[in-house]
């Protein structure tokens, strides 16, 4: 009994322990500053396509910052739910994760071919969170 009682005293201390996390940014900014751009840069990478190691190093980059993004999203209080909002940036987590590695291969391809998953992560979220979206 002792023992469950002093588990249970941990646990509490725990989750009453401070976050070393310091959000600075809101979602919206977020989305604005952070996510948009890396996600518009994959999604039209056709327009300026990487020609030589430093433009795929600045594409690597940009499919990091969006998969990481996802991570930022559900810290602390801008998670709005541990249902539908982890689903939704659990697709984009995969989404920015796999043109990540296509950026580290330069596989333009394969990026394009992330175009509708890409989407879809972005338009499933936002049918859920944004009011009137689509409408």
């Not at 005293?9 to 310091?22: C, D, N």
């Not at 919206?28 to 020609?51: C, G, H, T, W």
């Not at 980059?61 to 602390?76: C, D, I, V, Y």
Request: glycine residues 6%; contains cysteine.
């Amino acid at each position: 009994m002792r023992i469950l009682g002093l588990m249970l005293l941990a646990g509490v201390m725990i989750a009453q322990a401070p976050s070393p996390f310091q959000p600075v940014g809101n979602v919206s900014e977020l989305m604005v500053d952070i996510i948009y751009p890396a996600s518009d840069a994959l999604f039209y990478i056709e327009r300026n396509p990487p020609k030589n190691d430093h433009d795929w190093n600045v594409i690597r980059g940009t499919a990091l910052t969006l998969a990481e993004s996802g991570n930022l999203l559900l810290m602390g209080n801008r998670a709005r739910d541990q249902d539908r909002w982890v689903k939704d940036t659990k697709l984009m987590i995969d989404a920015g994760t796999a043109a990540f590695k296509a950026a580290q291969k330069k596989d333009m391809q394969a990026i394009l071919d992330l175009n509708e998953q890409l989407s879809e992560s972005c338009t499933s979220c936002h049918r859920h969170y944004r009011p009137n979206y689509g409408k």
